[in-house]
């Protein structure tokens, strides 16, 4: 018995490293749906090709839906650059903070 291998779905995360306004890019784009009260995310569904896009304020997003990475790369292209008439500003830096380093009493 030899099983059939059959690309499906393909989930992927990738970071814009800016700040969205999804309240107003729901506005202006009809694929885009936005309800923050249900869910902090925007969710963009594209239709060639076939994949949905959940987008963060933050400007990180995972797609899913795609079956190639040609696909993949497509969508993220094309929604990067409609999602760009829309961004705020860069994602702030992540917050780092100092580990604390115990130092012996003499």
């Given at each position: 018995m030899n099983p059939v291998i059959k690309i499906e779905n393909i989930v992927v995360s990738a970071?814009?490293?800016a700040e969205i306004d999804l309240y107003a890019l729901s506005k202006k784009v009809r694929e885009v749906d936005y309800e923050p009260e249900q869910f902090p995310g925007a969710i963009f569904?594209?239709?060639?090709?076939?994949?949905?896009i959940i987008l963060f304020k933050n400007g990180k997003m995972i797609c899913t839906g795609a079956n190639t990475e040609a696909n993949i790369k497509k969508a993220l292209e094309y929604a990067a650059k409609i999602i760009a008439?829309?961004?705020?500003?860069?994602?702030?830096?992540?917050?780092?903070?100092?580990?604390?380093?115990?130092?012996p009493k003499s």
């Open positions: 970071d814009l490293h569904k594209i239709a060639e090709p076939h994949v949905s008439k829309h961004v705020i500003g860069p994602s702030p830096p992540p917050k780092v903070v100092p580990p604390k380093v115990a130092v």
